[in-house]
């Protein structure tokens, strides 16, 4: 299970820093791939297998379905950390999440994601959590 949030920049070549906590957990190579709100979804190979199974059993006749098979699936990519545990963002992903320098990665249960630290800031500020966690606790999610 991933949690957490760090912050790390990216450098002019696109490499980033792997928090050291998600690195034991990613493995050596994991995908990386186009996320809602605008950030990157990273997943470790057993999960990406489940995904990639769930997809093959959908029902895809209809359009939403395959557009978003193909805006999931064509953005992504396998990646391998280096011997200093940073990972190489492919220039289309960077563009996608819009990554120039201050970036923060959070893990997401199953999943890791990376954000521009400026959308971070703007998408996940929290005020309305207590909303939020009643409409969790309605789908019978409570803390």
């Known amino acids: 299970m991933f949690m957490g949030e760090y912050r790390h920049n990216i450098d002019e070549k696109g490499r980033l820093i792997v ?3 998600f690195r034991e957990a990613l493995g050596k190579e994991f995908v990386v791939t186009k996320g809602i709100d605008q950030c990157l979804f990273v997943y ?17 006749t209809t359009a939403s379905a395959r557009k978003f098979a193909r805006f999931f699936f064509a953005g992504a990519c396998n990646v391998e950390i280096d011997k200093q ?3 190489l963002l492919p220039n289309q992903l ?8 201050d970036i923060v990665t959070v893990g ?15 998408n996940n500020n929290f005020d309305d959590m207590d909303e939020i966690a009643e409409q969790m606790a309605e789908l019978g999610i409570g803390i």
Do not use: C, M, Y
């Open 108 to 122: 997401v249960l199953n999943r890791v994601e990376i954000w521009s630290g400026q959308k971070w800031d703007e």
């Open 19 to 21: 928090p050291a906590k």
């Open 85 to 87: 545990g940073r990972i």
């Open 44 to 60: 470790p190979l057993s999960e990406w297998n489940i995904i990639e199974e769930k997809f093959r059993e959908a029902n895809t």
């Open 94 to 101: 960077r563009e996608f999440a819009d990554l120039t320098k």
